[in-house]
Structure formats: C-alpha cells, structure tokens
C-alpha cells in the first residue's frame, strides 16, 4: 500500500511536533520532491537519523538531499 506524502506529513508533524513548512523554508526544496528523489519516506529518515528534520537541517547546515547524498542513506 502506497504511503500518500500527506499522510507522511501528518505522521510527521504528529510524531516530532515540528513545523513543516518551516523545514521545507529552510531546505528550499518541496517535500514531494525529497521523497521521490531520495526514494525514502521522510518518516523513515527521521528514524534513521534519529532527530527531527528541522534540527538535522539547522544543525548541519546542509540541505536534506545532499546529507542523504553524501551519508548513503
């Protein structure tokens, strides 16, 4: 069963309580597009790393696709 982006959103901002919009001012990039290039879910990210994409992008000061990039994952 396919994971619809806004249901990933939901399960996103429910989960870590972070502004979305905010995350997707800071990365300059549209959510949707994270996803399919990335080819993961956003919600399976946050898990893996482990912090909130909002933190992860303020911390690193990179945007979200090239940290997958350059990590490999």
Do not use: F, Y
């Not at 399960?11 to 990365?27: G, I, W």
């Not at 399976?44 to 350059?70: A, E, S």
């Amino acid at each position: 069963m396919e994971v619809t982006v806004a249901h990933l959103v939901g399960q996103l901002a429910t989960n870590h309580r972070s502004e979305l919009l905010q995350l997707v001012t800071v990365t300059g990039m549209k959510l949707l597009q994270l996803v399919t290039v990335t080819g993961m879910k956003l919600l399976q990210l946050v898990t893996v790393t482990g912090m909130k994409l909002l933190q992860l992008v303020t911390v690193t000061g990179i945007k979200l696709l090239q940290l997958v990039t350059v990590t490999g994952i």
